[in-house]
């Protein structure tokens, strides 16, 4: 059997399956979320934590793609039926958001592009982003005769992309959040919640700005919860089953021993920890790095973000911490507000400080590992 290839970039899910590439399987956690008859779920992490691939992994499942399945988890262990469902998916990475106006525009694209795939024909009125986005949703349903799967990655980019960079920008985070407020707000209209199956919303944070997801009630946040503490990320176990000929070769190139490299692995990308479980992961990105340049550096931190990290801390006057972990209570972890930005929360929610012990009153943090310690001293400071 081939040498399967490092995923470096892969986002698609078909992709990784016909084209030779390592997949960790986490298909065991998707099974737990896709058993309800209807579920609206939320899952929060940092960029470049594979929340794109998971998106486009639940896509090709309600496809009714088995065959990309086959040999995982849930084809092995499962009675799955696979039927097919008309899927609409959302990728606000891929959408202008300078200004509400292209946002509005992006959408609009977006919405018309949905429909050309699952090939129907609307009338779509022109302009009036939420009436379009109903009718698409309802005639989906009407022409498949089956509910339709709602999925929505990196919803809060058209905000948190405007955050540090003085008021103008604030201005624009914050009419852009209210035209995500009413956007979202279709999916809880009981017209168009009696035709979904399933609403997947993926981001780095939880805005509680003008409570964002107040209309989802029975939004089910994945991110704080134990059972997915490894829901994405690599554990210790998936990092030595899924990619143990790429521990030895790198050790083989550093001339050290596999243990020691494994070693070395953990101290630079692992660390990660998002819940009170025990459970750390690694980071995929810096990992999948580090194999493919036999080299053990700084690939997360990108400095391009530090200008916009260096604002946010001047303005919040935010203490570096160098040895000493911050010690905060749980609640302010649930969402945060840019205009009154908890920065603790906003850098925990974006893999720059993690959690290292809690009790029954605290919560202790500090940085996950050496690479984003290092590039956070070095960029920041």
Not at 83 to 110: A, C, M
């Amino acid at each position: 059997m081939s040498e399967k290839f490092l995923p470096l970039g892969v986002q698609d899910f078909e992709t990784m399956q016909t084209s030779n590439f390592i997949y960790v399987d986490k298909t065991e956690y998707i099974y737990q979320l896709i058993r309800p008859s209807q579920a609206y779920y939320f899952l929060s992490r940092p960029r470049r934590f594979g929340k794109s691939l998971l998106v486009s992994t639940l896509g090709y499942l309600f496809q009714g793609r088995k065959d990309l399945f086959e040999g995982l988890w849930i084809d092995k262990n499962t009675d799955w039926q696979w039927k097919k469902f008309p899927v609409v998916k959302i990728d606000f990475d891929r959408i202008s958001h300078e200004n509400p106006e292209q946002l509005k525009k992006g959408l609009l694209q977006t919405i018309k592009e949905s429909a050309d795939d699952n090939e129907i024909k609307i009338k779509f009125k022109s302009e009036l982003l939420l009436e379009n986005f109903c009718v698409l949703i309802t005639e989906l349903k009407k022409k498949n005769k089956s509910h339709v799967v709602v999925l929505i990655d990196e919803y809060d980019k058209p905000v948190i992309t405007h955050l540090g960079k003085g008021k103008e920008e604030l201005e624009t985070a914050k009419q852009n959040h209210d035209m995500l407020m009413q956007f979202l707000g279709v999916l809880k209209a009981h017209d168009i919640s009696s035709a979904l199956r399933l609403v997947f919303i993926t981001g780095v944070s939880k805005l509680s700005w003008g409570n964002m997801f107040s209309g989802l009630n029975n939004l089910n946040d994945l991110s704080w919860q134990s059972k997915f503490a490894s829901f994405l990320g690599y554990t210790k176990n998936e990092l030595e089953n899924n990619f143990g000929n790429n521990i030895s070769k790198l050790s083989r190139y550093l001339d050290i021993n596999y243990e020691e490299c494994l070693l070395k692995l953990q101290s630079w990308y692992n660390g990660y920890r998002f819940t009170d479980s025990q459970e750390k992961v690694c980071n995929p990105f810096s990992i999948l790095n580090v194999f493919q340049d036999q080299e053990f550096k700084n690939y997360w931190f990108e400095t391009g973000a530090s200008s916009f990290l260096k604002n946010l801390i001047r303005e919040n006057d935010f203490p570096i911490p160098e040895n000493e972990s911050l010690q905060l209570t749980d609640d302010i972890f649930s969402t945060y507000e840019p205009e009154n930005l908890h920065l603790e929360a906003f850098l925990f929610q974006t893999g720059h400080i993690t959690i290292t012990d809690c009790d029954d009153i605290f919560f202790h943090l500090n940085y996950p590992n050496q690479e984003v310690k290092t590039s956070f001293l070095k960029y920041i400071k």
